[in-house]
């Protein structure tokens, strides 16, 4: 077939160039079921077993809780739970609502439910390997069950850390006995919740799309008939797609500010973080076991230059591990301000030469910025580092099975919860071969983490957290970037819902404005 | 030496091909005299960044305040050397592989046009994904992974020549007599392939160069801090709104030297090869 190009083919053409963009435009308009981007797929939907964050927000609005946060708060109401009455520290009765149905045909949640879902932190999963999210629940003694619908939480130690990152939290979801003993292994892909929303389809790497549950019992009906969430590893190329109307909702880096703030029909939200990156530095490997070439690298390592570098200056310098504002802060934790001398100066010591070692970080590009500037800083003293940047899949993939084993210098981003113990449970010993990629086992530590879970007192608690990051910092085993800072653009139109953190993000409460 | 001035006087004569030669010497001295008088392309200076081209920078800076003219044209050099390093090397395995199995026939040329088929069937990309995963990142896989992409084509176009050669009177005849099959290689085979072969090559270059920033541009090529069109681009494009010359550089670099290895090609094929020539 042949075409043929005259004036009018020309015009007709040009003209359906022309609006090409605007359909783009009303398709954005017309929505009415956001379409938001996620930077890391689903990895694990065992919520014991959970990989990062992303899984923590699906799994919060797909399953019920005994009792749920509030809409961007840290406080909570009842929610799978009709009453939960305190006996004493150590014991809770609660009663669960009747008639709260799990998706798939699974039946009604009982409390049976609630103890095989919390049995499990407690006795591990099926083949009794401990869950990776099991601390979460550590001051979890026993679930008793005294009926249909009611049973008793019993507690080792009084607990001020068990409601907040635990019960309130994906930890506590309650699952269906039924289908986790029929699915198996594919409670890592099925989710059966009875919550606010239903896992309606996950296509790996690409997108899930979260729908309302027309089943759920609860008081907090989902808003938004589906909420499609897009996986966009780099923020970036998530926030172009977001000038493009193809999202309504995204995370953006802090260099991209300014432009945000211009952007049309468009609320930009900027929550400071409470989060932690840090370089961590594998203990047990080669020449990083020596303590010397450890601090010499916090020495030599700029980070001032990385936060104007990598994070455009937008975000302050960590210092600790936890954030100003979380309890236990340790406000005069030291400054390791660039060094060169000192750090060559510990190196001369240590009489080692020609070091060489793996930087491994996600391949975004703050991450691959931080990189290239310790890489700078390094090659300064005389060590050399060869960058390993990883997709998020097989990056996150190294907290399992003992693969951080051959890690050297990794930049990691942990998400942080409202008490410190959940921070603070990635450095335990138990943690090795986990999450724990610096390898850094203190019995002290440890101890100090066990007081910590079992203290009430507020006073006492900070006290011992200071303690147990001065325990850190004496390891020279981690080097404190930044808490980050969470800059989010959403379509006027949308009303999105987190917890203070900025990284907890409640589906079921995402709303119109 | 008398035959490379011709062909030169040759390629000059038309348009495209005077294009061509431009372009290329153009990118040439930037790959070969760029990286000398600019500052060391991996020094960061955070105080910079994104700078705009002046008179410290040439080009500008990128996100962490490095020189985007030495990056670039390191970046080019680099391209480059890559580029001709595998068109030669592939050119030189696959001429020798195609030559022999067109002479031995039999089982011979069926195994190596299989084993080129089996080679040709993986989409490059796919096939690049799959030796990376293999042996990692870097240089040296990019080098062997193009070569063993490219090495079918020269060997087909070698084996087609050979084909047709065996079957001449003149070889035919020094094979009677007893020649050495190595020295009827190199007098008469060899001579005969070379010219489509280096059509061949000059033709694959600027497709060495656009996979390699391809390959880089998706994070599986040069490994920071060394810089690659690609990289460049990538980079430049991720920080595009604070700053858009580091990805129009790259790019017009890549441009330039693909579309004059192109036109280059192009017009050498005209000369060495003119019966092809009218062949799209």
Redesign the interface.
């Known amino acids: 077939m042949r075409m043929k190009l005259d004036r009018r083919t020309f015009l007709a053409g040009s003209s359906a160039l022309a609006i090409l963009p605007y359909i783009g435009f009303a398709r954005a308009a017309d929505r009415t079921n956001p379409i938001i981007a996620l930077d890391a797929d689903i990895g694990n939907l065992d919520p014991g077993n959970r990989v990062g964050t992303t899984e923590g927000n699906i799994i919060r609005s797909v399953c019920q809780t005994l009792v749920r946060f509030e809409p961007g708060k840290t406080s909570w109401t009842n929610d799978a739970a009709k009453e939960i009455k305190q006996i004493s520290d150590t014991e809770f009765d609660f009663e669960l609502n009747p008639g709260q149905m799990f998706t798939g045909g699974f039946g009604e949640m009982t409390a049976d439910d609630v103890k095989y879902s919390f049995d499990r932190y407690i006795n591990g999963d099926k083949s009794g390997k401990k869950l990776a999210y099991a601390d979460d629940m550590e001051a979890l003694k026993s679930v008793e069950v005294t009926g249909k619908y009611t049973g008793k939480l019993i507690l080792k130690h009084p607990s001020a850390a068990l409601w907040l990152i635990g019960i309130c939290d994906a930890s506590g979801a309650i699952l269906s006995k039924k289908a986790v003993e029929q699915l198996g292994d594919k409670i890592a892909t099925t989710l059966i919740g009875s919550g606010p929303m239903v896992l309606k389809e996950w296509r790996p790497k690409e997108q899930f799309v979260l729908a309302a549950n027309p089943d759920y019992k609860g008081p907090y009906k989902a808003h938004f008939e589906e909420i499609t969430g897009k996986i966009i590893p780099?923020h970036?190329t998530s926030f172009l797609s977001y000038q493009a109307k193809e999202l309504d909702f995204t995370a953006f880096d802090a260099?991209?500010l300014d432009?945000a703030k211009g952007l049309p029909d468009t609320k930009v939200i900027d929550i400071p973080g409470i989060d932690y990156t840090w370089i961590g530095i594998n203990v047990e490997k080669g020449d990083l076991a020596d303590i010397k070439v450890r601090q010499a690298i916090r020495w030599a390592i700029d980070v001032d230059?990385i936060i104007?570098?990598a994070y455009s200056g937008a975000t302050s310098r960590a210092k600790t591990l936890l954030a100003p504002g979380l309890l236990g802060n340790w406000a005069d934790a030291p400054l390791y301000t660039r060094d060169v001398a000192k750090a060559q100066a510990l190196l001369a010591e240590t009489g080692k030469t020609g070091l060489t070692f793996t930087f491994t970080c996600l391949?975004d590009?703050t991450s691959?910025?931080v990189?290239?500037?310790a890489?700078?800083n390094l090659a300064e003293v005389g060590i050399t580092l060869?960058?390993n940047?990883m997709d998020s899949g097989a990056y996150w993939a190294l907290g399992a099975d003992d693969a951080s084993k051959d890690l050297e210098l990794t930049l990691i981003p942990y998400t942080s919860k409202f008490d410190p113990s959940f921070q603070t449970q990635w450095f335990l010993a138990s943690q090795i071969g986990l999450w724990n990629w610096q390898r850094w086992n203190s019995p002290e530590f440890d101890k100090l983490h066990q007081e910590g879970l079992e203290t009430l007192d507020k006073a006492k608690r900070e006290a011992i957290y200071i303690n147990m990051q001065k325990l850190l910092d004496e390891s020279a085993s981690c080097i404190w970037i930044t808490h980050g800072r969470n800059f989010f653009v959403d379509a006027a139109w949308l009303k999105p819902m987190f917890l203070p953190n900025g990284k907890d993000w409640q589906f079921e409460f995402f709303d119109k404005a | 030496m008398s035959g490379l001035v011709a062909t030169l006087k040759r390629i000059c004569s038309e348009r495209d091909g005077r294009l061509g030669l431009a372009f290329t010497c153009l990118i040439l001295v930037f790959a070969l005299v760029g990286p000398l008088v600019s500052p060391d392309p991996?020094?960061?200076d955070?105080?910079a960044?994104f700078a705009p081209p002046g008179v410290m920078h040439l080009l500008g800076t990128d996100?962490?305040?490095r020189d985007l003219m030495a990056r670039t044209s390191v970046g080019t050099r680099y391209a480059l050397t890559l580029a001709v390093m595998i068109v030669v090397i592939s050119s030189v395995i696959g001429s020798l592989i195609g030559i022999v199995a067109g002479i031995a026939g039999g089982w011979v040329d069926r195994a190596v046009t299989a084993v080129f088929d089996i080679v040709n069937a993986f989409p490059p990309l796919i096939l690049a994904f799959a030796l990376i995963a293999l042996y990692g990142k870097g240089s040296a896989t990019f080098v062997l992974l193009v070569t063993v992409v490219f090495i079918p084509q020269f060997g087909r176009m070698a084996r087609a020549r050979a084909q047709t050669l065996r079957t001449l009177s003149f070889i035919e005849a020094e094979r009677m007599l007893a020649v050495h099959p190595v020295t009827i290689v190199v007098r008469h085979y060899l001579p005969n392939v070379a010219g489509p072969i280096i059509v061949l090559a000059s033709m694959n270059l600027p497709v060495v160069i656009a996979f390699e920033a391809s390959l880089s541009f998706l994070?599986f090529g040069v490994?920071?801090?060394k810089s690659s069109l690609g990289t460049l681009i990538k980079?430049g494009f991720?920080?595009i709104?604070?700053s858009w010359w580091p990805t129009v550089a790259a790019a017009l670099v890549l441009a330039i030297a693909t579309l004059g290895a192109t036109l280059l090609g192009e017009a050498l094929r005209r000369v060495i090869d003119p019966k092809s020539a009218g062949v799209r």
């Open positions: 780099e970036k260099d991209q432009t230059a104007q570098g391949n590009a691959l910025a990189a290239q500037i890489q700078a060869t960058i940047a | 991996n020094a960061i955070i105080k960044r996100n962490l305040g994070g490994q920071p801090p980079d991720i920080s709104n604070q």
